[in-house]
């Protein structure tokens, strides 16, 4: 199985601010790379596809950058609406494997 | 527009057995893989099942021969058929669509399963 880890746990910033989450595979998993943003009580929303590619509707203050093994989500301004759990998720291999999650608070 | 519409959750017994449905829209079971997805209280998501456009199957180990994914094209429903229920199968159930670059493009609002004595 193919294990996410993802960094920091949590992050604590500040509206305006940027915010830069890692993901980790513990192999290469190509660019099959999906990042979630995912608010309480609600489904995970998919924000970018194969490690760089905005879902429909995503903005563009959400990019998605790596390959192999090392990713990272970047928010280039974080908006009140952006505070929130963000997950990754791979899909090159079964079963398909999520990260444990960090959560972006604000500070 | 896509959506997505998951019932048939509740409280089950140890040992029991649910069948969960999800009602499709703006899309059709037959053009598109659909999964299910599961996601126990402050947990990270895990992926349960998926059954692909072709009639495919996949399973994580842990529900293999217990949970079987279907679908009925004629009313655009996909069901998960669970049994022999455990604690540790507690959680939100979420029916999620694939696009062809992306496991779970759109999701619907999940049904709780508790499974408790």
């Known amino acids: 199985e193919i294990v996410l880890t993802q960094s920091p746990a949590t992050l604590s910033l500040s509206p305006g601010e940027r915010a830069t989450l890692s993901c980790r595979a513990s192999q290469s998993i190509s660019d099959y790379l999906a990042w979630y943003q995912q608010k309480p009580g609600q489904a995970p929303r998919l924000l970018i596809y194969?490690?760089?590619n905005r879902a429909t509707g995503i903005p563009v203050r959400f990019s998605g950058s790596g390959s192999g093994t090392d990713f990272t989500l970047t928010i280039s301004s974080l908006e009140p609406a952006d505070f929130a759990v963000y997950y990754c998720?791979?899909?090159?291999?079964?079963?398909?494997?999520f990260g444990g999650g960090t959560k972006v608070e604000i500070k | 527009e896509v959506q997505l519409l998951e019932s048939g959750g509740g409280l089950v017994q140890p040992g029991g057995s649910l069948r969960l449905s999800c009602v499709v829209s703006g899309f059709t079971l037959s053009s598109f893989t659909v999964s299910w997805v599961r996601q126990a209280p402050g947990e990270r998501p895990e992926w349960v099942s998926t059954?692909?456009?072709?009639?495919?199957?996949f399973y994580r180990d842990s529900v293999k021969g217990r949970f079987t994914i279907s679908r009925d094209i004629s009313t655009n429903t996909l069901y998960l058929q669970m049994s022999g229920l455990g604690a540790d199968d507690t959680a939100v159930y979420y029916c999620?669509?694939?696009?062809?670059?992306?496991?779970?493009?759109?999701w619907g609002q999940g049904t709780l399963v508790t499974v408790s004595s």
């Open positions: 998720q791979q899909r090159i291999k079964w079963p398909l494997t």
């Open positions: 999620a669509k694939a696009a062809p670059a992306s496991s779970f493009e759109n």
């Open positions: 059954l692909t456009d072709g009639g495919q199957t």
């Open positions: 194969d490690a760089s």
